[in-house]
């Protein structure tokens, strides 16, 4: 009899043609870190932006992406998967596929746009379409900035429809000191909603609550010696 294999969480990674590449990529890195399966979309306006914003030149076919970016995360063979944008038989774009969560990001808002109207006409929007139809997990990070009326409505469309909105809206209350612990802060987030353990910032009131169990524990030990020297 074989030994049960371990589970292994598979996430659907998809980038698009918005700003904020380094969020997606970052994002990916971590999910491959923790183990999980990755099966990566990107559109040919997010190639663009990647080779905008960073240093990584990704190439065209599926396949040699998938091995270059297998490589550049230092990933296990068997965790990454890239589908081109009109591969139909990929798991995501069948709601008789895998029941994995889905995360645009970023999402630009013609994606936003295709979502909230039904258009499937690329992969990544069959996928996004088939989250929202099996009601499975979809999260959007949009980063644009101002948002029109048109942007606004299709968001409130796709809350409405089960979705998750997301925005690259970084916090500073844990005081960044680079780019990356900006990147982080946003990708923190949506790894706290794939239910995916992190420690690329610290939980809101941890820092006092261990203040408080501190200075609970220093003051059980005062108590416990001056109970020891009046005896």
Known sequence: MTEAQPHRVTVNLALTGASGAQYGLRLLQCLLAAGCRVHFMISKAAQVVVATETELRLPGRPEAMQSYLVEHFGAASDQLLVFGREDWFAPPASGSGSRAPLVICP????????????????????AGDVALK?????????????????????????????ATIMPASP?????????????????????????????LMPRWGQQRLDRKLERAETGSNEAARQDKDDL
């Open 107 to 126: 999402c630009s808002t013609g994606t936003l746009s295709a979502l909230a109207t039904g258009a499937s006409n690329n992969l990544i929007e069959r």
């Open 171 to 199: 916090g500073f209350y844990h005081r960044p000191q680079s780019i990356e612990d900006l990147v982080d802060f946003v990708v923190a987030r949506i790894l706290d909603h794939l239910d995916q353990p992190q420690d």
């Open 134 to 162: 099996e009601r499975r997990q979809l999260i959007l990070v949009p980063r644009e900035a101002p948002y029109s009326e048109v942007h606004l409505d299709n968001m409130l469309r796709l809350t409405r429809m089960g």
